[in-house]
């Protein structure tokens, strides 16, 4: 939805009915939940497969206020690749952030974090070496998503949060779960969504199809694209087609595209006929090349 439309559907889930309601808000209210990404710097941060990293910065953003006892907070964790921009116009979770909505920041505080390895303002491959200038690249140390959940709790330590309600979906449901295993001091609730406790056999195996399209993309330079001024495109391209399948059990698939023509371009007319499929897969291929670093990809 555009910004210059002036009425806006949200999501409530309300304790009254079972069944979601949709509540409109007016353009002012919803330009209020803008929220400027802040960054924080953490410090040193152990990691759990070996080595450490100096310096770890994280990017986020904030809907609401925390209360005294700080005990209030939501943090929001995002999917594979996402960012910190959950709420307010054009967020990815907008319909679920602010007055009276599921995450209703009338009485909660929501936090939601670029995740550790990402590449929207926390730190990552894409980071630069300060003494280099160059980006990190693959000398950025393996990373897990219990090294991302100690640096989230870092941050909320920083901002005063005692307790927190973790929600994420996809790798964030990951997160969430981790927080509610590994800080369940800290955890009043989880809502874990699109998330097991461990990837299976399929999930490892298609993950290990995107690393090899990139990494064998003649632009992947080792991780170096960025001092060589290239990007592996086709590479990071075909990972997220193959990752976009994941997203979908068959029947999903069959029910949303079936085999309707395509609607939208296809990278490779002469093969037709092509159908709606195809061009999703395309379509989300070449949108991740434009946003997203390959070397958090591979991470």
Partial sequence: MSEERQIRQTIEATESRSRLRVVRHHASEIDSLESPQHSMNLG??????????????????????LNERGDNAVIVLHALTGNSSAGGPGGWWEPLIGPGR????????????????????STGPASHDQLTGRALGM?????TIGDMVN??????????VT?????????????????ATRHADM???VVPVAATGALDAQGIAINEIG?????????????????????????????RMAGMVTYHSKESMDLRFGRNLATRPVLYPAFGPTFDVEGYLHYHGEALVKRFDANSYLY
């Fill in 44 to 65: 040193h941060l152990d990691l759990e497969l070996g080595g450490n990293l100096q310096q770890v910065t994280l990017a986020y953003r904030t809907w609401g206020t």
């Fill in 102 to 121: 599921a995450l209703n920041t009338d009485h909660a505080f929501v936090i939601c974090s670029n995740i550790l390895g990402g590449c929207q303002g």
């Fill in 139 to 143: 000398r950025f140390p393996l990373v």
């Fill in 151 to 160: 640096a989230q709790r870092l941050l909320l330590e920083r901002l005063g």
């Fill in 163 to 179: 307790r927190v309600v973790a929600v994420g979906g996809s790798i964030g449901g990951f997160q969430a779960l981790e927080w």
């Fill in 187 to 189: 955890v009043s609730g």
């Fill in 211 to 239: 690393r090899r399209a990139i990494m064998a993309d003649p632009d992947w330079r080792g991780g170096a694209y960025e001092a060589e001024g290239v990007f592996p495109s086709s590479g990071m391209a075909i990972a």
